[in-house]
């Protein structure tokens, strides 16, 4: 039996549809003791994205971005947020979106991406299943500033940072973005070993 055969869904309503689509499902559940119950669930209808973590290896560096997200600020933390650049697909390759993304908000264009895995962030609201990508760089790829895209309500600064400091401003709660500390996470393991 799939899931599918244990899944039947009875309603879908759209509550919102603006920057996201918040959609309301009823659904009736077949539980694993044969017995069917019905739910209720609000999801947010995200695009599947894409992160990359660039990593220097001779000067063992990573760039990472620091912007406002209004939900941590919401949520009482009163700082910009440390992450890894990421973005939506917008109907692009993970692989190409990733690229472009990159080269918005850090400035480096990136010759070649390394998909390390996928993940859904928060599986049990949002649809949004985020690509995981890390890349080799050079200076000599910086070919702007970066900073995102002002039109998008980007405000992006961009960190190079060595890893062992990148690490312990995890420990230590300065990065605290799920995306970064995956990837930081992950060039400990297998690049930086």
Known sequence: MTISDRVRI???RVLSN??????????DYRRANGEWQTQHRETYERDNAAAVLPYNRAGRT???????RLPAFIRGYDDLLIEAAAGVLDDASPEMRIRAEAEEETGYRLDHVHKVFEAFMSPGA?????????AEYEPSMRVSDGGGLEHEGEDIEVLELGI?????????GRIIDGKAIMLLQYVALHVFK
């Not at 603006?18 to 659904?27: E, V």
């Not at 062992?164 to 230590?172: N, P, R, V, Y």
């Open 10 to 12: 009875k309603d879908v």
């Open 62 to 68: 990573v760039i990472l971005v620091k912007q406002f």
């Open 18 to 27: 603006g920057w996201t689509t918040l959609k309301n499902t009823t659904f």
């Open 164 to 172: 062992d400091e990148a690490l312990a401003m995890i420990a230590d």
């Open 126 to 134: 949002i649809t949004e299943k985020l690509h995981f990508f890390v």
